[in-house]
Antibody, heavy 119, light 113 residues
Framework: EVQLVESGGGLVQPGGSLRLSCAAS????????MSWVRQAPGKGLEWVSA????????YYGDSLRGRFTISRDNSNNRLYLQMNSLTAEDTAVYYC????????????WGQGTLVTVSS | DIVMTQSPDSLAVSLGERVTINCKSS????????????LAWYQQKPGQPPKLLFY???TRESGVPDRFSGSGSGTDFTLTISSLQTEDLAVYYC?????????FGQGTKLVIK
């Protein structure tokens, strides 16, 4: 059974940093691309970033490039999102999602981790 | 970026009713090279992550009831529920993955009439 479990969310001050983690199990992690998708409270879905199976290719949403960095550790089946220079507009639930075709649709999602940016 | 527009934003429906949700993209999400529409549909219930319903516009994900169907091509797509059940009350999103960044529609919320 595929499982994705996010962690690392919490309350952070504007301008601060946070590192999210996603623990994956139930599939051969290194052979699949992964993505982060976020959802602001009461709002819709926004794709954040994607990384290829072996980590050689990364992509970011237009407003995020330079502040967020996606990475993965295939030896430990973990996906990461380093978020810097956070603003209130980054407040959202962050989901990690399995991306079967890379930069495609998402067939499995974690339960999400809430990031709140506030002073 | 490709803009995805769903209609309606909200729909009051009765149990057993046929439901149609529309999704329109600002440019075609069809690739002639592989004859595929790069369009997915998701269902999201309160407090839960989205659940994949369809990809390639009309390919049903495993386990999705056959009362759900996806159709359309190019810029216009439809999600249909043939006979609404209680468990179908949720928010539905379309997503294009033709062009990076991938983008989602604003969502359509189904509520009981």
């Amino acid at each position: 059974e595929v499982q994705l479990v996010e962690s690392g969310g919490g309350l952070v001050q504007p301008g601060g940093s946070l590192r999210l983690s996603c623990a994956a199990s139930g599939f051969t992690f290194s052979t699949y691309a992964m993505s982060w998708v976020r959802q602001a409270p009461g709002k819709g879905l926004e794709w954040v970033s994607a990384i290829s199976g072996y980590g050689g290719r990364t992509y970011y949403g237009d407003s995020l490039r330079g502040r967020f960095t996606i990475s993965r550790d295939n030896s430990n089946n973990r996906l990461y999102l380093q978020m810097n220079s956070l603003t209130a507009e980054d407040t959202a639930v962050y989901y990690c999602a399995k991306d079967p075709i890379f930069k495609g649709y998402f067939d499995y999602w974690g339960q999400g981790t809430l990031v709140t940016v506030s002073s | 970026d490709i803009v995805m527009t769903q209609s309606p934003d909200s729909l009051a429906v009765s149990l057993g009713e046929r439901v149609t949700i529309n999704c329109k993209s600002s440019q075609s999400v069809f690739y002639s090279s592989d004859n595929k529409n790069y369009l997915a549909w998701y269902q999201q219930k309160p407090g839960q992550p989205p659940k994949l319903l369809f990809y390639w516009a009309s390919t049903r994900e495993s386990g999705v009831p056959d009362r759900f169907s996806g159709s359309g091509s190019g810029t216009d797509f439809t999600l249909t529920i043939s006979s609404l059940q209680t468990e179908d009350l949720a928010v539905y999103y379309c997503q294009q993955y033709h062009t990076t960044p991938s983008t989602f529609g604003q969502g359509t919320k189904l509520v009981i009439k």
